[in-house]
């Protein structure tokens, strides 16, 4: 699997729809962030599928806490990005001696998270109801 270039995120720089951006300071590093902020690493893919790939590897490696060994500092804890890439590198060698199965995960997991943001969805309506419902009794 090729690893694609890592870098801080700098907001002179351009983005593109491919990067992927990870969040380095703090008890979440490693987590995937869907807009760049300040504290995060930057992957350049070159295609959806790396994207993909990169996006369920890092996610699933947050959510394990694997990146949990490598944070250093004090006060605020804090990813190196030298270590991320050590990391991300051996975890995608790992996983691609398996690819076929880990693309159908990815596919389950895209699925899983259209689900979920559905839900997010539906449970605001929900929160809009009971609201409505409530208010309709006070006066005005």
């Not at 893919?45 to 694997?66: I, M, P, R, V």
């Not at 990813?79 to 050590?86: E, S």
């Not at 691609?96 to 559905?118: G, M, P, T």
Request: proline content about 4%; aromatic content about 12%.
């Amino acid at each position: 699997m090729h690893c694609p270039k890592v870098h801080s995120f700098n907001p002179k720089n351009q983005t593109t729809e491919f990067d992927l951006f990870i969040l380095c300071k703090g008890l979440n590093s490693g987590k995937p962030l869907e807009k760049p902020c300040p504290n995060c690493f930057v992957i350049s893919c070159k295609n959806s599928d790396e994207f993909d790939f990169y996006k369920t590897l890092s996610f699933g490696l947050w959510k394990a806490k694997h990146f949990q060994q490598f944070l250093v500092g004090s006060v605020i804890p804090f990813l190196r990005i030298d270590d991320f890439r050590a990391a991300i590198k051996a975890q995608a060698e790992a996983v691609s001696k398996n690819q076929y199965a880990f693309a159908k995960d990815v596919h389950k997991v895209k699925l899983i998270e259209r689900k979920e943001k559905q839900m997010k969805e539906y449970l605001l309506l929900l929160a809009d109801v009971k609201r409505a419902m409530i208010y309709r009794h006070l006066k005005r």
